[in-house]
């Protein structure tokens, strides 16, 4: 067998293997942890859509996981995604992602969990009726106070609480607005690139629209229009590209040709936001929004006579500092005091075991299509069995001494439904000290409930109730915090929060954490456990960490997996993005604090398992070589102890 062989031929058979005994690990009850080392990987980076395979993280596929095992690969930056195992390689993947939890039982909800919270509460007893277009009632204004504020003393303090459920309201109406447009840029570039028009063959980035801000949406508008939103994705397209062009003369000649007509530059800006904005016919007339490009920027203009979609945007962007009372106090006010008692609902939460479950496909297909658009074909029976039922961890029932929770440890799924219909659903692991989050899919059409951030508040809630069955189940790990993508933020707001070390795996609070983030996206943060929040960094504190150099690092490996973008395996967050990506990773050597003997790594096939250096004399001298460097990767990544516990499947 030639050097490598041995292990990378049995990559793809270990993958169908983990797959298949996913099924039955559950009930096997066995107690020890057999995984497959995949190294380094490599593929597009569904957080910052760079082109190129940006994103770097080592691989294991795991045909059983004990509990005990996960647990302490999640306190060494470890996830997984279905049976996958993978580590991100903090210092040179393009956007490293550091594991953050807080422990229940000093959770702080803030005022907009609250809000959620009340929320929901409001539908379920029939006083919130989501199906009701939110509409700001510009008429009433005319009619100047038909409800007057002496009418009620206490319809006033109603009046705020419902402006700010309003408020909620139209920003969720503006945001899956900004959405569909988002959408709809996408496929007219989809579009362009089958066609021809854009010559590429690498993914292109990803559409973001933003708000324009008030004082500049009349600024070169002609007449009654208004410009409400904006995207960039030209200039970020054309720098994809001419970071793609090798011949710089053929763009020498473009530019100089270009001036000399009078022309666009192929591919500049300006020209790819001409053709896009002609290929956005698609865009629903119900939109109410006028396309144009602009210098290279493509506008969505309304006219005067849309004002529904004019008051959505600019309630939907009013800030939460504002008086209440400034905005449509009245009209508000009139609508908290007619409204009637509507039927109330019931909702229940069950937790059971992750197993396939023909109404959670269903409605996970039905999330996947509306929020995450994607095709039909992406959102398969068995792509879904792989990615969040099928499970390695081995389940451990109740004992009832304390010891384990009255659900066991193990891999579930927690339903949420209302009136006996199921309406989400979150994929969850409950280990010895965690309830650790993975995934959250639920009903497009109860979007304004905001049931991510409610089902978060529930897991949190668990964790707080079961630690009296289970002391040792104290924290709520959020999975991956990405300071780096905007979208990931949002898992910052349950606090207190910490942030695991990338290389000494220590805690550190997330105030200490995020003034270093500010400056670097990779920071070893246990060198600055001793800061406090608000206290001024060293000069120059950060200038000592190892910039990312991706393409010398490109260099060091020539045998790492390059993973296609409908191969990996995406972990998007449940509500803002969108997830949440799921790379897979690898640890880099620089970043190991931990150096051990690889002969103790225990070796296992199928009839027998032995210490590396009890079976190292069977292999060739080259092979051996080989295993000695794959095995040092391997320990530096899961951690001495692990290493010799976990079982190194080589067949």
């Not at 960039?232 to 763009?251: G, P, T």
């Not at 066991?408 to 280990?431: E, K, M, N, T």
Request: charged share 25%.
């Amino acid at each position: 067998m030639s050097e490598g062989g041995m292990i990378m031929a049995e990559k793809k058979k270990m993958k169908s293997e983990a797959a298949s005994s996913s099924n039955t690990s559950n009930n096997s009850g066995g107690g020890e942890s057999i995984v497959m080392d995949v190294g380094r990987r490599r593929s597009s980076c569904g957080y910052c859509r760079s082109a190129g395979h940006s994103s770097i993280s080592h691989g294991l596929w795991a045909l059983s996981l004990t509990v005990d095992d996960y647990q302490a690969l999640l306190d060494r930056g470890w996830r997984r995604s279905g049976c996958f195992l993978y580590k991100p390689e903090m210092e040179r993947t393009c956007c490293p992602s550091y594991t953050i939890r807080l422990k229940a039982s000093e959770f702080v909800p803030s005022k907009e969990q609250l809000r959620v919270s009340k929320r929901v509460q409001r539908f379920l007893d029939g006083t919130l009726d989501i199906k009701k277009t939110e509409k700001l009632i510009n008429e009433q204004a005319t009619t100047g106070g038909s409800c007057s504020y002496s009418q009620n003393v206490s319809a006033s303090s109603m009046a705020k609480e419902s402006l700010s459920d309003d408020y909620e309201e139209d920003k969720n109406q503006v945001e899956q607005l900004i959405h569909r447009v988002s959408n709809q840029i996408d496929t007219a570039v989809q579009e362009c690139v089958k066609s021809g028009v854009l010559s590429c063959d690498f993914p292109l980035p990803k559409a973001s629209v933003r708000i324009v801000a008030p004082p500049k949406r009349k600024l070169l508008v002609e007449g009654s229009e208004e410009l409400l939103f904006s995207s960039n994705i030209s200039f970020q397209i054309s720098a994809a590209l001419r970071r793609s062009k090798k011949d710089v003369e053929h763009v020498k000649s473009s530019k100089n040709s270009a001036g000399e007509n009078g022309q666009h530059a192929e591919n500049s800006p300006k020209w790819i936001a001409e053709i896009l904005a002609s290929n956005l016919n698609q865009v629903p007339e119900s939109y109410g929004l006028l396309i144009r490009a602009c210098n290279g920027h493509i506008n969505f203009y309304s006219t005067v006579n849309n004002e529904k979609l004019h008051d959505i945007v600019r309630s939907g962007t009013m800030s939460k500092d504002r008086p209440a009372e400034s905005c449509r106090k009245d009209s508000c006010l009139n609508k908290c005091v007619g409204n009637s008692q509507g039927k109330k609902s019931h909702l229940e939460i069950r937790l059971k075991r992750s197993s396939y479950d023909p109404e959670e496909y269903s409605l996970y297909r039905k999330y996947q299509l509306r929020v995450h658009n994607d095709t039909p074909e992406h959102v398969s029976e068995s792509s879904y069995r792989r990615f969040l039922v099928d499970t390695p961890l081995v389940f451990v029932p109740p004992s009832g001494d304390g010891t384990v929770p009255p659900c066991g440890f193990g891999s579930f799924h927690q339903q949420y439904l209302i009136d006996g219909q199921l309406v989400a659903v979150g994929v969850i692991d409950i280990l010895p000290k965690c309830l650790s989050s993975k995934y959250l899919f639920w009903d497009p059409d109860l979007a304004s409930l905001s049931l991510g951030k409610y089902s978060a508040l529930e897991e949190i809630r668990w964790v707080k109730e079961n630690q009296i069955h289970c002391p040792t189940v104290q924290y709520y790990y959020l999975g991956y915090y990405i300071h780096s993508c905007n979208k990931m933020r949002y898992k910052a707001a349950y606090r207190p929060s910490e942030l695991l070390c990338p290389l000494r795996y220590q805690w550190i609070p997330f105030d200490i954490a995020k003034p270093l983030l500010d400056r670097k996206r990779y920071v070893v943060l246990s060198d600055f456990a001793s800061l406090r929040n608000g206290e001024p960094l060293p000069p120059a504190v950060l200038q000592n960490h190892m910039e990312e150099q991706h393409e010398d690092y490109f260099n060091e490996c020539k045998n790492d997996v390059f993973v296609h973008e409908d191969e990996e395996m995406i972990e998007l967050d449940s509500e803002e993005s969108d997830d949440e990506s799921d790379p897979e990773t690898c640890c880099a050597p620089s970043a190991a604090a931990e150096d051990g003997d690889v002969g103790n790594v225990l070796i296992g096939t199928k009839s027998v398992q032995l210490r590396f250096k009890d079976v190292c004399q069977a292999f060739g001298s080259s092979e051996r070589r080989y295993m000695e460097t794959q095995l040092q990767r391997y320990m530096r990544a899961v951690g001495i102890e692990l290493s010799e516990r976990m079982v190194y499947s080589i067949a």
